[in-house]
């Protein structure tokens, strides 16, 4: 059998609609993918999971002083709510979290520069603050050319406390600064809420080691406003194609894919995975996951989670084969990191990352125009080719076990405390 890059295209724009986690949309992507899956004879299944995250009521912001000005936010999913009918507080911006700054913070509503981790909103929450307000976009962009999203305050921040928090353009951020706001009126209601997300499996059993499991993944769900053609319908056609070529030549061990929901939600369905074949992981030896890819203006990437000796050796392979592709040893943040967790070393396979002409991540930029079957099909040919060999060798050749700057790594980006020596 021969990769087609144009068969996957195809799939892909059937798949190139807005997904979120949870949706009648995620929903029908799965399905498109199962009917896709039954073309070759095999009988896919839906795993269903749930998920929470919060409806928004209200989320309104103005600045009441020196002058009335009522700006469009979006609040986050499961922030606190503010008293019914809004709140008045005093506004500064938060330019850093240095102490100078979060000394001056207590009482207020304050806006942030760039990204909240859970680390710097421990700093801010135990500062007193009122509320916050993050900043979405550039300085440049247009209102009627891009999105404001809509963001989730996660259960790793909600252990800490909840307050009500938004999220504003970035060029409104400017204007309220440059007009000295002193002091805002904000107003937040948001409700839990819980949806039905899907995982689609399919297995090929081993011909000679059954028992011997390895997972082949990539997450089809989408955020809002985004088709997610680049992440990651790219890499739902990747594995797909890859089911194909091993639908056509049967594994000597068995090969389990997975398209995952509600990756962009914190790698949801792969953790509901893990946890639902909890009983069994040690069976599962090693992990290929794909996120990202197609761009025509990419570079090809392999990501390592596991020993060292694995970037060798998809290095030596790429050469003997004539695959142009970076590699590095390290975490992706996306659906292997679960199974790291659990101890399963995995390979990350993705296009992208070379500026600014291929996908916009997480905007209405990640466009199809921006896609080729070339650029799918030349990764696919590599994940194939990878693959096919470790399948079939006659020893597994990745250590099952995971060197300690991976579990490190691991345990950072999924927010654990260190272990406590006995
Ligand atoms: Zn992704």
């Not at 209102?143 to 999203?149: A, G, H, M, S």
């Not at 904000?186 to 839990?192: G, P, Q, S, Y």
């Amino acid at each position: 059998m021969q990769v087609d890059g144009n068969r996957q295209f195809e799939l892909l724009e059937k798949i190139g609609f807005v997904r979120m986690s949870g949706t009648a949309e995620e929903l029908k992507a799965a399905h498109i993918l199962m009917d896709e899956i039954r073309t070759m004879g095999l009988e896919p299944r839906l795993e269903p999971f749930e998920v929470h995250y919060g409806k928004i009521n209200t989320a309104k912001f103005a600045v009441t002083q020196p002058e009335y000005r009522e700006y469009t936010v979006t609040g986050y999913r499961c922030a606190g709510c503010t008293a019914p009918g809004g709140e008045e507080h005093e506004f500064m911006y938060l330019e850093q979290y240095d102490d100078v700054m979060l000394q001056k913070a207590k009482g207020k509503f304050v806006l942030i520069n760039g990204r909240m981790t859970v680390d710097d909103y421990k700093k801010v929450y135990a500062a007193g603050i009122a509320g916050f307000m993050t900043m979405g976009g550039t300085v440049i962009d247009e209102v009627e050319k891009t999105d404001l999203d809509t963001r989730t305050m996660r259960d790793s921040m909600r252990e800490v406390g909840v307050v009500p928090a938004f999220h504003i353009r970035m060029t409104d951020a400017l204007e309220i600064l440059k007009s000295g706001a002193t002091k805002v009126k904000i107003e937040l209601d948001t409700e839990a809420t819980t949806h039905t997300s899907n995982n689609v499996v399919v297995e090929i059993p081993g011909t000679e080691h059954p028992d011997e499991i390895i997972d082949v993944g990539a997450h089809y769900d989408s955020v809002e406003f985004s088709s997610g053609v680049w992440d990651n319908g790219a890499g739902s056609v990747t594995i797909m194609e890859m089911l194909r070529f091993f639908a056509e030549n049967p594994p000597k061990r068995t090969l389990r894919f997975i398209w995952f929901g509600s990756e962009e939600l914190g790698l949801l369905g792969s953790h509901a995975y893990v946890k639902q074949y909890a009983d069994e992981l040690d069976k599962h030896l090693f992990m290929i996951n794909v996120d990202v890819g197609g761009s025509v203006l990419g570079g090809n990437m392999a990501v390592c989670t596991s020993d060292e000796g694995l970037c060798k050796y998809v290095e030596y392979l790429a050469k003997e084969v004539g695959y142009s592709t970076s590699v590095r040893n390290g975490i992706m943040s996306s659906d292997s990191t679960p199974f790291a967790d659990k101890g399963i070393p995995a390979l990350n396979f993705g296009r992208g990352g070379r500026g600014p002409g291929m996908g916009f991540m997480h905007t209405r930029y990640d466009m199809i125009s921006l896609i080729s079957p070339q650029a799918l099909q030349v990764v696919t040919e590599f994940a194939v080719t990878f693959a096919d060999r470790v399948v079939n060798a006659v020893v597994f050749p990745v250590p099952r076990t995971l060197p300690q700057n991976i579990v490190d790594q691991v345990n950072k980006y999924l927010n654990k405390k260190p272990e406590k020596k006995a």
